[in-house]
């Protein structure tokens, strides 16, 4: 279904690039005359209009159409029911209830229904659909569904579902996707990232991808690039980075083995393992961030913010978030041995889960329980040590 929706919505526009070179063939066709400069240009359509077959020479300071018109040069608004074609360069505001065509560079707004088209821009264009610039653009680009830029985006684009620039000096904002050569400011984006060169921050819901960032790359899952010293998402391939696999275990006798991956500051974690203190609820998962502090050659002191659930795949639930600190000992380039307190907050309604926080425990702070709620929430103090490969 999402193949035959963007196949439909592509060949719109080619219906509207097509109309765009039809009004401009019919301009190009027209006599060879030496164009004027008129007032006012009302009309129908090409070539009934006050201008007539001559209107592809002129230039206007007002345009009004109640279909489509064309001319050389918009100097002023000009309005038209379905299409604007512009030859050559437009100033000021143009509307158009379907799309807008400049030949060359517009200088001012376009607003159009569907699409607005053009070599260059200064200024900022609005379409219900898609923008499509040829070469630069400075200002802004807003569309339901997409932005290109064929050379440089001097200032942001916002998309409801992509943007597409070489050369980026602002902000890429797209309900989907945003790709550029070069940024220098941010991207965001609901599912994924891609750049060259980034100096500034990729942001998105999913995936970010990259080769050199200067700034965080922040994903909801996985985060790619050759060097990214501050990636933060639960995975992160970085060809200058670190990846370890770690084998853990804490007070609550839940051994995990962990994937940690990330840049030279930041990390992600992600993991699965086993209790061996339950009989149910057995089945351990980890998903986490962590961040290096204090480094050198044979020490560092890792900090980390993860969530864990155990589960047993039927009825109950059980959610530990752990803040801990981690002093860490390399005792070879690949090995290294950590080990440290940590804090937890547990929110649990079985009886496995409750039973491995007792009250009556030492290392528990605080115990309670809310009004009409199965859920029992408590605060207490743990630990996790373990053994990590690091490759």
Partial sequence: MKALYFKHQFSQIKKAACLGITFLGLAFHADAQEGKITKAHFGLIYPLSTNGTHAPLDTNNLSIHLLAGVSSVEKGFSYAGLSNVVRNESYGAQFAGFSNHIGKQANGALF??????????????????ANLAQKNVEGAQFAGFLNTTGGDMSGVQFAGFANVAKNVKGTQFAGFSNTAKNISASQFA?????????????FAGFINIAKKVKGAQVAGFINIAETSDSPIGIINIIKNGEKSIATTIDESQTSMLTFRSGGKNLYGIIGMGYNFKNKDE???????????????????????????????????????GTFRLLPAVKVAPWLEIFGGPSINFVSTNTVEGKALHPESDDLVLRTWQRKNSDFQQSLHIGYQAGLQFVF
Wanted: no cysteine; glycine share 12%; charged share 20%.
């Fill in 190 to 202: 609901g599912f994924i990232n891609v750049a060259k060169e980034v100096n500034g921050s990729q």
């Fill in 282 to 320: 057995v089945y351990a998962f980890e998903a986490g961030l962590g961040a290096h502090f204090f480094k050198s050659k044979s020490f560092r002191l890792n900090m980390e913010l993860t969530q864990t659930i155990l589960e047993s795949f039927e009825k109950g639930e059980y959610f530990k």
């Fill in 112 to 129: 159009a229904g569907f699409l607005n088209t053009y070599r260059s821009a200064k200024g900022s264009q609005f379409a219900g659909f």
